[in-house]
């Protein structure tokens, strides 16, 4: 938010953020992952955005600004938690239910899980048992998912991107719950649909 004000950033920025990601994520797949690495990655793709949103920031004060965006952004700061996560996951630890995160990402995942209490690598207490990254794994979901049945055996998978997480699950042998919070209705209509992550607990007929 300091960046922000500092340097005049507006909706603009944010629109030509996306589009610029996209372009990234096809010129250099999963963040860079076996290529420019992810550090280069969100570099380019910060620089990018800031030439073609008219920022006011000269060339020598990138490296400095840039830094502080990705430091910050790989920490809770940026990232805040549904109301519920947190209780629905002490409930599913209680009642004995591992849960694995999988997800398209980077490295900094595992970082901003563990600042919201979430994740504590090997700790058999911690609410979360494993965070897999596809920049880590070096492949991304749908197909990723397939490796970490494999690894982890797990038999239910909940997302909210259609092709990614449901296909993706179901082409792997893994149950799909579509996390649809907007409830825009985008699932098929065979598919198990939730608006909650408390809808998991009636799921799996935790109380």
């Given amino acids: 938010s300091g960046i922000n004000a500092e340097y005049g950033i507006t909706s603009e920025f944010n629109r030509n953020f996306v589009l610029h990601y996209k372009d990234s994520s096809a010129a250099h797949p999963n963040f860079g992952a076996g290529g420019i690495g992810a550090y280069a990655w969100w570099s380019r ?9 008219n920022v006011d920031i000269k060339s020598y004060q990138f490296s400095y600004v840039f ?20 209780p629905v996951l002490e409930k599913l630890r209680s009642a004995g239910v591992g849960v694995v995160v999988v997800s398209n990402s980077d490295e900094g995942l595992g970082n901003i899980l563990q600042q919201h209490g979430l994740y504590t690598p090997r700790n058999s207490s911690s609410l979360i048992q494993e965070v897999i990254t596809s920049y880590k794994a070096g492949s991304t979901k749908p197909a990723l998912l397939e490796a970490v049945r ?7 998978h909940v997302g909210d991107s ?16 579509l996390l649809d919070r907007s409830g825009s209705g985008g699932g098929a209509a065979d598919v198990r649909t939730i608006k909650s992550l408390v809808e998991i607990l009636e799921l799996l007929e935790i109380e």
């Fill in 162 to 177: 259609l092709k990614c997480d449901v296909i993706g699950a179901e082409q792997a042998g893994i149950v799909p719950v």
């Fill in 45 to 53: 793709l910060v620089k990018e955005t800031f030439l073609s949103s």
């Fill in 150 to 156: 494999k690894e982890f055996g797990i038999s239910l």
């Fill in 67 to 86: 830094d502080e965006i990705y430091q910050d952004f790989r920490t809770s700061n940026c990232w805040d938690m549904y109301p519920e996560t947190r």
